[in-house]
């Protein structure tokens, strides 16, 4: 269909000022945070469910392509138009339906940001415990789609075991309920499915979650590290002592480098790692749980331990961690961010193997990751101009997920595999298991209309 033809129709369902196709538009929209780029023939901001089911009937009778969007920060391709179509943005979409305090429950719209409800619940004295770096201007609906990860979700679990139901929109336009607020809902469990399928079987328009009352009390420790051996030593021995903080972060030298140089965190600058640990909790025992964090530190070589003494300081080590990726973008023109996961008792020798594939290579890599989960992000850092250095960057990529897989991990940890790592999929599934991912991906949708071109490589079926 011709592109004015479309934006005709569109706009008969969502109004003429919400469907967008100016080449700036289109520019726009072809990129997220991932390496790939390609442009949608248009865009579409609905404001409610019923437009949304209008959307997709339209585009199921026309055949065209839908790829879900939400702020576009996904680091794995998944929001770019592989084969053009139409982007749906949830900017519009973006209200806190429902808090409900005595049921635990919150119920929102897709295109709402992460941290605007985490802002709302404070009032409370709530909090929702998923907490992605990018939480300031992440989406629920991104969140839903990666199931995403964080720091704290070493402690309390992932998005999908946060997401306990949602509205959702079938390919051809019909719309679902699954799930609810009440837990174990009888049935095939398709919240569970739906949640990280990365916009390849439908659009959430609204989701439940659970909400948890603030912890009482929070303890931050920084440990400083002159190996990343002995930091990576020490996330096994906590854990293996039977403690689980709330977060077990890393972060290692070129990264506290860059951090420094523009966050002024408070990391030391010689250090070659350091862990950030965070308990939250009752009050009650929770400085006997630091010490004995703090002991365990010191007998993995941490050659500092500290307490965050006040609340800003608390916050002032959190920003370094969380604008760990903006500030390393500082460093070189590109970055891709790996994202493999592995038991954490291989964090030491598989970090160890992540440096040598930089030095293979000639490409520096930093090392910001939620150690906790055993799930890495080295970020390879480049420049897209150069087309060699390009080259080697994918190369290396691929690589370090081959460790990951080849240590008793996988692929991804929280980011998703979108168009970024579908031939690495064979590092982790047969040709057997990725046919029967494509049998649910075809019960859902048959026609290939939402997201295609993503998670899938190709196999003889
Ligand atoms: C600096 C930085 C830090 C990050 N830190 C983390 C981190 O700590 N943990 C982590 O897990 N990720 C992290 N990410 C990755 C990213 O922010 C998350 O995946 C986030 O959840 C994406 O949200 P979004 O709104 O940008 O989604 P988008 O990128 O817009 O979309 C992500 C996926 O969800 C699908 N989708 C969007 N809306 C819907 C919907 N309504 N229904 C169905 N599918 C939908 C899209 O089609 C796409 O496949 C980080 C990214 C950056 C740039």
């Known amino acids: 269909m011709e592109r004015k033809q479309m934006v005709e129709e569109l706009s008969g369902i969502v109004g003429k000022e919400n469907v967008l196709s100016s080449e700036t538009d289109l520019m726009l929209y072809g990129y997220d945070a991932s390496l790939f780029k390609a442009k949608p023939d248009c865009i579409v901001l609905p404001g409610s469910t019923e437009e949304v089911s209008g959307i997709v009937k339209w585009a199921h009778q026309?055949?065209?392509?839908?790829?879900?969007?939400?702020?576009?920060?996904?680091?794995?391709?998944?929001?770019?138009?592989?084969?053009?179509?139409?982007?749906?943005?949830?900017s519009r979409m973006n209200r806190i339906l429902e808090i409900d305090i005595e049921n635990q429950r919150a119920v929102v719209e897709p295109g709402l940001f992460t941290l605007a409800l985490k802002n709302q619940l404070a009032r409370y004295g709530y909090v929702y415990q998923p907490d992605p770096a990018s939480e300031r201007v992440s989406t629920f609906g991104?969140?839903?789609?990666?199931?995403?990860?964080?720091?704290?979700?070493?402690?309390?679990?992932?998005?999908?075991?946060?997401?306990?139901?949602?509205?959702?929109?079938?390919?051809?336009?019909?719309?679902?309920?699954?799930?609810?607020?009440?837990?174990?809902?009888?049935?095939?469990?398709?919240?569970?499915?739906?949640?990280?399928?990365e916009?390849?079987?439908?659009?959430?328009?609204?989701?439940?979650?659970?909400?948890?009352?603030?912890?009482?009390?929070?303890?931050?420790?920084?440990?400083?590290?002159?190996?990343?051996?002995d930091a990576g030593k020490t996330v096994s021995a906590i854990i293996a002592d039977g403690i689980v903080p709330a977060t077990l972060e890393m972060l290692d030298k070129l990264t506290i480098k860059a951090v420094e140089e523009s966050i002024h965190a408070g990391f030391p600058l010689d250090a070659e790692a350091v862990l950030l640990i965070e308990l939250d909790g009752?009050?009650?025992?929770?400085?006997?749980?630091?010490?004995?964090?703090?002991?365990i530190c010191r007998k993995n070589q941490a050659r500092e331990v500290k307490a965050a003494k006040t609340e800003a300081e608390r916050m002032q080590l959190w920003a370094g961690r969380k604008g760990a990726f903006g500030a390393i973008a500082r460093l070189r023109p590109n970055y891709l961010v790996c994202d493999g996961t592995v038991p954490r008792t291989k964090l030491p020798e598989v970090l160890t193997r992540v440096m040598e594939v930089g030095k293979k290579y000639d490409l520096a890599i930093a090392n910001v990751f939620h150690a906790g989960d055993g799930n890495l992000h080295p970020l390879i850092l480049f420049d897209e101009r150069n087309e060699e250095e390009l080259r080697k960057v994918h190369l290396a990529g691929s690589e370090i997920l081959k460790i990951c897989a080849e240590a008793g991990g996988t692929i991804s940890g929280e980011h998703g595999i979108g168009t970024e790592k579908m031939k690495e999929m064979f590092f982790v599934f047969t040709p057997q298991d990725i046919s029967a991912m494509k049998k649910v991906k075809r019960a859902f949708d048959p026609e290939d209309i939402y997201n295609p071109g993503k998670i899938f490589p190709e196999i003889q079926e």
């Open 199 to 229: 916009g390849t079987l439908g659009i959430a328009t609204k989701l439940i979650l659970r909400i948890m009352p603030k912890p009482e009390a929070v303890k931050t420790l920084l440990a400083i590290y002159n190996t990343l051996e």
């Open 282 to 295: 009752l009050r009650d025992g929770m400085e006997r749980l630091a010490d004995r964090i703090m002991e």
């Open 62 to 90: 026309n055949g065209i392509h839908i790829v879900a969007r939400g702020s576009g920060t996904n680091l794995s391709g998944g929001t770019i138009p592989a084969r053009g179509g139409v982007v749906i943005h949830f």
């Open 142 to 197: 991104g969140n839903f789609g990666e199931n995403s990860g964080g720091p704290h979700c070493l402690k309390y679990g992932v998005t999908t075991n946060h997401i306990l139901g949602a509205e959702f929109v079938l390919s051809n336009g019909e719309v679902i309920r699954v799930g609810g607020k009440a837990p174990d809902s009888p049935g095939y469990d398709l919240t569970g499915l739906l949640v990280g399928s």
